[in-house]
């Protein structure tokens, strides 16, 4: 039986891409692994190899074909004693063998790569346009520019590299590689292998490094490939870099930033997605900050680069290709500690941070049709926190729902809903929501993976009911 | 001598720098027939289960990181080959060929890659987490280094119990450089466990070579400040991936302690799904595919000695496709897990 040779997707997210080349003729053998095509997305080039042995009986999509859809057949595969009259026969629809391809990058939205991705930024399709209530912090009338996380990031960093000579980066991939996820890309190029420096796997050494560069009055910044990662490390973020300067009486610190992707990615499983906001949060001696738009994302990252304090930056790896905003201006910095009000409203006060805020958004335009008026607050910083800001917001409303991905004990959520019921208890009209990721691991399985993260779902449910709605 | 980190060929004698001459790692174990025709075919199930992965990557029915093992498979093989009962196995994520050769199902692998209730974890745990208490194996581990210290851990089961099974705990290249390989190395060597470090160096962690993350890249020679011996084998040559396993399981089954097998091998295939490989030449791979394919070599071997014919080892090939072949339509039609696995499995 004829075996249909299918145009094979780079990621569960791709969808079409280009045929660009034939490296194999009708009547040509090919054995598995033999690559027999070059296929094309808008940034990468893949090779596509054979997985079943015969001889290319007809190629059914001609070289330099856009818009392929995945899972077309491009090609037929003659198996043995089969003649090329046996085409005309439709093959099987079993039969049909998408092509293995080799070295694959590309297009996954919530697809992850702990890994070197060559065109993360092409893999991530285009996101809407998110729309962000005006920030005091940036002077009204200023240019905007549309911006993805990821590029606001990495001109943060260039930007407070080209300002102090003190600055540097390292981690794993950061340098020849462009970055893991491509944050650090051309940062190699413009500042040099001093600088941007590529580290082996040692995460609990380079950390400890970083530190103790930091305490002799360097400013570096340490890339984890991911957060997950940082647990590896956390003693010298913990015991060296939060205490230096409680311990020396003042006389020394760690000026410096632990950045990287935090929180689930898609389908990575247990070890590999975890949100570390809380874990972080605890801790006296650090500051966490949480970004979800670009420019809160760029003018954090500048702050925190000067801040004279260790800083925990916690990125997440599927609002790297999303777009923003962001103020078009020589030297861009923001307030760490300052929530913002991402959208003003009366009935009830929604909080959250980082990639929760996905949640909230989308939770907030579905309540507004049920006619409930949502104050939503982008806390950005986890600590210090702006209490205040939320304190005033709930003295306003009276209800409170948090919505966070990390485990449910101990959450952000929970200090918040203390501090809440502490400071404004007179003002509730209902106890305080928190909704978190669920109370296990994180599986792998798609059915339990999305019931194990928080939804919009629940949100909206939480919402109501503190409305009594 | 095995293939240096230059890139030039592997060639098969006396091992680099043997750190005791009572140990001939590098030599050859003498096959016979029934050798060659089963190593054949178990690399050759390894291979062709990866290609599947690939390609049910590629349609979407494996999400996630998947990292595959081709080029490899001689390492492993050989290194089972060696093995006996209770023997202990334990890995980072690129584990489907380990899992394989300790003779866990192709089905309940598949059926894990893609997230059903008949994968080995259920469907919890995906292509980086799979385990099997029957077979010894023991996983399976996402964070680069963390299985080396579990593997000693193991070792110290065996002695505790005074049992003589021998824990094999394989790591990469990068791995290597974890802090908490050398604070596992000193205990091991301290206490005389019975571990056999199997170093994978495939000359790559991710982008980065060998050379770019490690000051000393004589892998074999990792454990010397600790008195522990190491050896470089050609771990694309599955006789003497075989000749160095059976040394090295006499050394610790003596109560010799731990030892270092480093085994220079390749990996064909980009370190994950999404890794387009632009830091090493298409000509570096071809190379190694063409002139050290660890399968193609038994194949010449079969072939040449007149143990087998094309026609045979075609039938062989037949039947490592129908078992693949019929773990991926399981994988594919087993059904989700059920949503109460969710709470399940968290504590006893
Ligand atoms: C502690 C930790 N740091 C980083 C990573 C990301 N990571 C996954 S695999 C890998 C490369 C490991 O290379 P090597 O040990 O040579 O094994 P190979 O992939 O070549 O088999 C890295 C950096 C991780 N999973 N865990
Ligand atoms: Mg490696």
Redesign the pocket.
């Known amino acids: 039986m004829p075996i249909n040779i299918l145009m094979p997707a780079l990621s569960p997210t791709m969808e079409e891409g280009t045929l660009s080349k034939w490296l194999k003729n009708e009547g040509d053998k090919v054995t598995s692994g033999d690559v027999i095509a070059e296929i094309e997305t808008d940034k990468a080039t893949m090779e596509v190899e054979a997985v079943d042995e015969g001889v290319i009986g007809k190629l059914l999509i001609a070289a330099g074909t856009e818009n392929v859809k995945v899972n077309t057949p491009i090609a037929i595969l003659l198996q043995d004693g089969e003649s090329a009259d046996a085409v005309a026969a439709a093959p099987k629809a079993d039969a049909d063998t998408p092509a293995a391809t080799s070295d694959a990058s590309g297009g996954k939205a919530r697809e992850s790569a702990?890994?070197p991705t060559a065109a993360a930024d092409s893999k991530v399709p285009a996101q809407p346009k998110v729309d962000v209530a005006a920030d005091p912090d940036i002077p009204a009338g200023t240019e905007m520019v549309s911006t993805t996380v990821r590029e606001a990031l990495r001109d943060a960093m260039a930007e407070e590299m080209r300002r102090d000579p003190d600055v540097f980066v390292m981690g794993?991939?950061v340098a020849e590689y462009q970055g893991?996820y491509k944050v650090t890309q051309g940062l190699l190029q413009e500042f040099g292998a001093n600088r941007v420096i590529d580290t082996p796997?040692t995460?609990h050494g380079f950390a400890g490094v970083g530190v103790g560069a930091a305490m002799a009055g360097l400013k570096p910044i340490v890339e984890?490939?991911?957060f997950?990662?940082a647990?590896?490390a956390i003693d010298q973020i913990i015991n060296s870099a939060a205490k230096t300067l409680y311990m020396s009486g003042g006389q020394m610190g760690a000026p410096m930033v632990f950045r990287g992707p935090n929180g689930a990615a898609a389908r990575v499983a247990a070890?590999?997605s975890q949100d570390y906001a809380a874990w972080y949060s605890h801790i006296p001696g650090l500051k966490v900050v949480v970004p979800y738009t670009a420019a809160d994302a760029k003018g954090l990252l500048k702050a925190a680069i000067r801040d004279p304090n260790p800083v925990i930056f916690l990125e997440n790896e599927i609002l790297y290709g999303q777009s923003f905003d962001v103020p078009k201006l020589d030297d861009f910095v923001l307030p760490i500690g300052k929530a913002r009000i991402h959208r003003k409203g009366k009935d009830v006060t929604l909080v959250s941070w980082g990639i929760g805020m996905t949640y909230a958004v989308k939770a907030v335009a579905e309540l507004e049709k049920a006619g409930i008026d949502v104050e939503l607050i982008d806390l950005r910083t986890i600590r210090p926190m702006d209490l205040p800001t939320v304190i005033e917001s709930v003295k306003k409303t009276g209800r409170l729902v948090t919505i966070e991905e990390g485990f449910p004990q101990s959450s952000v959520g929970d200090f918040i809903a203390n501090s809440v019921q502490r400071e404004a208890f007179d003002y509730l009209d209902a106890p305080v929501l928190t909704i978190a990721g669920k109370d296990v691991p994180m599986p792998y399985a798609a059915n339990l993976e999305k019931l194990a993260l928080p939804n919009v779902g629940e949100v909206v449910q939480a919402v109501k009911a503190v409305c009594y709605k | 001598m095995a293939p240096k980190q230059s890139a030039s060929a592997p060639v098969r004698k006396a091992a680099a720098k043997p750190a005791k001459k009572d140990f001939n790692g590098g030599t050859i174990a003498e096959f016979n027939k029934n050798d060659e025709l089963s190593a054949y075919r178990e690399m050759l199930l390894i291979r062709r289960f990866e290609e599947k992965a690939g390609q049910l990557y590629g349609m979407g029915f494996i999400g996630g990181f998947c990292?595959l093992y081709i080029g490899?498979e001689a390492v492993v093989i050989g290194m089972q080959m060696a093995m006996k009962e209770g023997d202990q196995v334990i890995t980072?994520?690129?584990d489907h060929g380990h899992m394989l050769a300790t003779g866990m199902t192709a089905r309940g692998v598949m059926a894990e890659l893609t997230g059903r209730r008949g994968g080995y974890s259920k469907g919890k745990g995906g292509s980086m987490h799979m385990f099997s208490k029957e077979k010894h194996f023991y996983g399976g581990h996402?964070?680069?280094?963390?299985q080396v210290s579990l593997g000693t851990g193991l070792g110290f089961a065996n002695k505790y119990r005074g049992n003589d099974n021998v824990s094999i705990a394989y790591?990469?290249?990068?791995?290597?450089n974890?802090g908490q390989v050398y604070e596992s190395f000193n205990m091991a060597n301290l206490w005389k466990l019975p571990v056999i470090y199997v170093i994978?160096?495939?000359?790559?962690?991710?982008g980065?070579s060998v050379a770019r993350a490690s000051a000393q890249t004589d892998f074999s020679q990792r454990g010397a400040s600790f008195g522990i011996p190491g050896y470089q084998v050609d771990g694309m040559d599955v006789r003497a991936v075989k000749a160095a396993a059976d040394e090295a399981m006499e050394h610790c089954r003596s109560g010799k302690g731990p030892i270092i097998l480093e085994m220079l091998t390749y990996?064909y295939r980009g370190?994950?799904m999404s890794d387009p490989a632009k830091y090493r030449s298409k000509d570096e791979v071809q190379k190694m595919r063409s002139e050290h394919d660890p399968i193609e070599q038994v194949r010449a071997r079969l072939l040449e000695k007149g143990w087998a014919t094309e026609d045979e080892l075609k039938a062989i090939d037949k039947d490592v496709r129908d078992i693949v072949a019929d773990s991926a339509d399981f994988a594919q039609s087993d059904p989700e897990p059920d949503v109460s696995e969710l709470y399940t499995d968290i504590l006893l």
């Open positions: 702990d890994e794993e991939e893991a796997i995460e984890f490939m991911t997950n990662f647990m590896q070890q590999h | 990292h490899q980072g994520y690129r996402g964070i680069v280094g963390a790591f990469g290249d990068g791995a290597a974890q994978e160096n495939n000359r790559y962690a991710m980065t990996r370190h994950s």
